[in-house]
T-cell receptor
Framework: DAGITQSPRYKITETGRQVTLMCHQT?????MFWYRQDLGHGLRLIYY???????DKGEVSDGYVVSRSKTENFPLTLESATRSQTSVYFC???????????????FGPGTRLTVL | RKEVEQDPGPFNVPEGATVAFNCTYS??????FFWYRQDCRKEPKLLMS???SGNEDGRFTAQLNRASQYISLLIRDSKLSDSATYLC?????????FGKGTKLSVKP
């Protein structure tokens, strides 16, 4: 089915480990995004990508790495996980009709990450 | 001033009530505005876009006041299924900025 999927849906890891969260969309949307959602902060942008091989930092990018070798995939890697990275991570995609990426975004179901 | 501000609530209302949510934003150059709905432990989903002329979708009405940098969402005849968190979203410098959300709980 068309849509945007994330895996894993739940992940528990330990401090210092590398973790990769996967995101896949079947709409061929140009833009893809990674957000984290924490109590008291709302959704905060980690990284976004305007197209394959083009990525940009968001508000809270420290400690995260992304890549986009294919339009449909946008993995997010925590290079050395810390407890402060315990959060719910949402991937999103959009196909802008106007300038930039400020149009409707479609979200994946989220990944709940716990760092012990 | 934070980019997008909302009253966090919670708003506890009886079925059939009318409830209004407000949101203010700081970037006067913002071009796009949205209300998203997020159910507990689910992803955000677009509820409606907000246009300068105001727009209505069934029981939901959204208004934009560019001069005051203010957005509102009105829900009439509240249903139990309207219980959720409502996120005010504003475009800023090409990206979407999400408010922290206003929680609505509709009671029987």
């Amino acid at each position: 089915d068309a849509g945007i999927t994330q895996s894993p849906r739940y992940k528990i890891t330990e401090t210092g480990r590398q973790v990769t969260l996967m995101c896949h969309q079947t709409w061929s949307h140009s833009y893809m995004f990674w957000y984290r959602q924490d109590l008291g902060h709302g959704l905060r942008l980690i990284y976004y990508s305007a197209a394959a091989d083009i990525t940009d930092k968001g508000e809270v990018s420290d400690g995260y790495v992304v890549s986009r070798s294919k339009t449909e995939n946008f993995p997010l890697t925590l290079e050395s996980a810390t407890r402060s990275q315990t959060s719910v991570y949402f991937c999103a995609s959009s196909e802008p009709v106007g300038r930039g990426s400020g149009d409707e975004q479609f979200f994946g179901p989220g990944t709940r990450l716990t760092v012990l | 001033r934070k980019e997008v501000e909302q009253d966090p609530g919670p708003f506890n209302v009886p079925e059939g009530a009318t409830v209004a949510f407000n949101c203010t934003y700081s970037n006067s150059a913002s071009q796009s505005f949205f209300w998203y709905r997020q159910d507990c432990r689910k992803e955000p989903k677009l509820l409606m876009s907000v246009y300068s002329s105001g727009n209505e979708d069934g029981r939901f009405t959204a208004q934009l006041n560019r001069a005051s940098q203010y957005i509102s969402l009105l829900i009439r005849d509240s249903k139990l299924s309207d219980s959720a968190t409502y996120l005010c979203v504003v475009e800023s410098q090409g990206n979407l900025i999400f408010g922290k959300g206003t929680k609505l709980s509709v009671k029987p």
